[in-house]
Every structure is written in C-alpha cells, then in structure tokens.
C-alpha cells in the first residue's frame, strides 16, 4: 500500500527515509519538495496534502516545521494516509519528548526502530505508543527543550525571544528520572482554536471554537481516572445532539454543538455529574473534541485599514487590542497580512509593549508596488490571519478537574 515515508526538513534535507517496496523511481523525495517549494497554481499559494507527479501519488502534513510524506503508486485512501502521518508524528514526540529537525537527527536509530513496527513492506500494523512499549527497545537521547525552531518573520508581534514549552510537552512516556525512578505524572490542557472573522468597522460577522482537551500520562499500573466537567455544561444547542446530553436546567454556561471523546473514555455518568471516567493510555491524545460557535467575547479585536498614498504606493495600518483581564499576558502573536502580489518593498513600524489585557497595538506598514494599482487594494490585500498563545486562558470557559480512583 505505501511505497515510501520520509521526513524532510524545511530545507530539504532528509532527515528519514525509508524505501518499502522498490517501486518508486530514485529522487523522488527531492521531486515532492521542489513540487512544494515551487508550487505554482492560480487557486491554491501552498501546495495540496495530496497531488500526483508521474503517476506517483504525494501525501505530506507538516508538523513542527517537517514534513512527513508517504509515495504510493496505487489508489489508497487519502484520509487514511494523512491520519496515518498524523499518528507517527504523534508517536513519535511521545516517544522522543520533542518533535523537531534536532531530536529526530539525534534519535534517528530509535525513530526507524518505531517504523519498523508501525509500518510492514508498506501496511500500517499499529500507532499505539502503549502496544509499542513492548517491542522499542532503544532508550531516546533528549535534546534541549529551548531549541525550538523561530517562528519566522510573520512573528511581529512576539515578545522576547525563549519560547520554553510547557514541561508535559517535553518529556518521554518512555525515559526514566535520574536514578531510575518512574514518574507518576499526568498533565491535562485546554487547547482551543478560534476562528473569527470582523467586518471592516470591527463587528463580528462569524465565530468558532475548535477545542480539545488534551492528556499526557505518565503513570503506571492503568489506575482509572475521573475527569470531572462544568456542572452546567450543556451539549447542542437547539433539539437533541449526537449523545443528547443536556443540562437539566436546560441550558448551561457552557453549551458546545457537538464534541466526540476517546476510545477508552467512559460515559456512563456523563449525563448525570458531567464526569468522564478512562483508563489513560500512554502517551499523548484527545480526551475530548468539541465546537462552539455561540457568540462568545474574542480575546482580540483585529481593525485593519489600507488606503493608496500615491500611484504605486499604500500605506496599511493594524491595529490590535487585548480584550482580556489586565493580569493575563499572550506570549506569542504572530500576525499575517497577504498583500498584492506586485507588491516590492514594505516596511514597519510598530509599536513595542508588552501584550497585556487592555493593551492596544498598532502596527504601520508603508507598501511600494512595482505597478500602479488599478484595482481595489482591499480586496487584493488580507485577510489578516492571526495566532497567538495565551498561558491559562480559554475563550469557552470550559474547567475540568483530576480526581484519581
């Protein structure tokens, strides 16, 4: 079924490579990346998930700045595959602590140990950091958490430059403490998306919360853990949801339209106490996924503004304002504006401060065209696309908590 995985940097190189069945030509790793680096098509600017070149089909996703890729000369599912990608970069990080272009160089003799149990001549056998336990026999070699590749020059508006990940995201299921000791740990986040689109004055035409409630265990003996909700979470909005789980009150602080939990989760209860009971696996997962798209406060307000300054210049302003308590900080914004294609040369002005609720920002970008404009700059220019992190907040105002039987 699969032909070839390998893992490439943003550069290039090889960093993984294995050959499954002899039946894709040599180079082909170097024809996907200059097929993705040089992607020319008048709809799409990055190159699709899945594409053929001479026959020979190209699935990739791109984790932490690498690409995995897989060739295949027949007609495989392509959900299939991407997921399949998904779940060896998975593994992979819960296996090596950090996922990146330094750890995998590092740890390449444990990386293709775990290949060679996931995939066989080209069939997926399993993706379970806890069945593979038994056969990984290689012990990681960490790497310095800090050495985390840059954000890249879209990051404007990050302050300072450590980006220390958080202690669970860092660590082996697999590695011991000094002295040979097991840890008995298990971390749990609230990791949410949020997709907002504003109009030109500044309201808010659509919102979405795309959430999950992330787990990381590192505990022994498969004790069975409570994972305890909002008592006034409330499931679908209007009628019945998929699990009709609804409050008795009939509507709640939290209402989700819909969410689907993991395999080893537990819902007898959950109609009752919202408490969720599993046995955690090993490793990293998705507890729960859930969607909202109730109107809800964004932590950001995003107003942006270009007008022409002259035949083939215009001047963009941006401007940013922190719509959350005072005592909480965002580490990292990293703000993107598409401009017009024949755009030359740009360049800014911004305003420094730390990102603090209240706090407004601006930016100021000066654009030189190498043609005169004669269409709307408005519609050439933006969406303006923003990601940030901020530490101990989530827009939903979903809480859980951790009770171990």
């Known amino acids: 079924m699969i032909s070839q995985f390998f893992v490439l940097s943003q550069r290039g190189d090889h960093i993984v490579f294995r050959d499954y ?22 709809e799409a600017e990055e190159a699709p998930p899945v594409f053929n070149v001479d026959g020979v089909n190209y699935i990739h996703v791109k984790v932490a700045g690498l690409f995995f ?58 993706t379970s950091t806890e069945v593979l336990k038994s056969y990984i026999f290689n012990e990681p070699i960490m790497v310095d958490a800090g050495r985390l590749p840059p954000l890249g020059p879209a990051a404007m508006f990050m302050q300072g430059t450590k980006r220390m990940p958080g202690t669970a995201v860092t660590k082996s299921v697999v590695a011991t403490e000094p002295g040979g000791k097991k840890r008995e740990e298990i971390f749990v986040d609230i990791i949410e998306r949020i997709s907002v ?32 909700l909002n008592e006034d979470l409330s499931i679908g909005r209007t009628g019945s949801s998929s699990y009709d789980y609804r409050s008795s009150s009939g509507g709640g602080a939290v209402i989700l339209d819909d969410c689907n939990f993991h395999e080893s989760v537990h819902l007898d209860s959950f109609d009752i106490d919202r408490t969720l009971h599993l046995i955690p696996p090993d490793g990293e997962f998705a507890v729960m996924n859930y969607r909202i798209t109730q109107e809800f406060k964004p932590p950001f307000r995003v107003t942006a503004l270009i007008e022409e300054a002259g035949p083939s210049r215009a001047e963009v302003l941006l401007k940013i304002r922190a719509d959350f308590s ?19 040369r740009a360049s800014f002005e911004l305003e420094a401060g730390a990102i603090v609720g209240g706090s407004e920002h601006t930016l100021r970008a000066k654009l030189t065209f190498s043609q005169e404009s004669h269409g709307n700059l408005t519609k050439e220019a933006g969406p303006v696309n923003m990601n940030f992190t901020i530490p101990m907040y989530n827009t939903s105002k979903l809480q859980f908590s951790v009770m171990q039987d």
């Open 21 to 42: 069945r002899g039946e894709v030509p040599k180079g082909s790793a170097e024809i996907f990346f200059r097929k993705v680096k040089f992607w020319n098509d008048d």
């Open 326 to 344: 005072a005592n909480v900080t965002s580490n990292t914004i990293v703000v993107q504006m598409p401009v017009p294609s024949y755009t030359m």
């Open 69 to 126: 890729v897989v060739t295949t000369m027949v007609n495989v599912s392509p959900s299939l595959l991407l997921e399949l990608l998904q779940r060896i970069a998975r593994v992979t990080k819960d296996y090596l602590g950090v996922l990146n272009e330094d750890s995998l160089r590092k740890n390449f003799i444990l990386v293709y140990e775990l290949l060679d149990e996931v995939i066989d001549f080209g069939y997926p056998q399993t």
């Open 197 to 228: 689109t504003f109009s030109s004055s500044g309201y808010i035409l659509t919102s979405e919360i795309d959430g999950t409630i992330q787990m990381k265990s590192y505990l022994t003996g498969n004790p069975e853990i409570r994972l305890a």
